[in-house]
């Protein structure tokens, strides 16, 4: 416990890294790269996604994000699964209305099923729109 924490590798520093460790298997270039923590009884835990996910950045491959939204300030992604609030209610995030390019408005019926529930969004006329 008296290490000290360095920050893991990342971009040209990190591929620079691998390519020397080339010899190495997966886990100790991960370790060699800094991709690991300790925990609290000493035992060290290599973190094998992070560095894989590091390492296809440092390689411009970015698997999160959508094609065209540079810049894009990270956060959740959408699960395309909610839960029913405690006060009954179904609450629908905003990457879902995002990715619809829904805006404040817009109106939908809502159609029960036996053990589904349907969204048709509604047009300006007041009719539901055909989803083909």
């Given at each position: 416990m008296g290490r000290k924490r360095v920050e893991p590798l990342t971009g040209a520093a990190l591929l620079d890294k691998v390519k020397e460790l080339e010899h190495l298997s997966k886990a100790e270039k991960a370790k060699a790269c800094g991709y690991y923590t300790v925990t609290q009884s000493g035992a060290e835990r290599i973190s094998k996604m992070k560095f894989t996910n590091a390492l296809l950045e440092a390689?411009?491959?970015?698997?999160?994000?959508?094609?065209?939204?540079?810049?894009?300030?990270?956060?959740?992604?959408?699960?395309?699964?909610?839960?029913?609030?405690?006060?009954?209610?179904?609450?629908?995030?905003?990457?879902?209305?995002?990715?619809?390019?829904?805006?404040?408005?817009?109106?939908?019926?809502?159609?029960?099923?036996?053990?589904?529930?349907?969204?048709?969004?509604?047009?300006?006329?007041?009719?539901?729109?055909d989803p083909d």
């Open positions: 390689l411009g491959m970015n698997l999160d994000s959508k094609s065209g939204r540079s810049g894009s300030r990270g956060g959740r992604s959408a699960s395309y699964r909610i839960t029913v609030q405690a006060n009954g209610n179904l609450l629908i995030g905003s990457a879902y209305t995002k990715q619809m390019n829904l805006k404040p408005g817009d109106e939908f019926e809502i159609s029960l099923g036996r053990k589904h529930i349907h969204l048709k969004q509604v047009s300006s006329n007041g009719q539901p729109t």
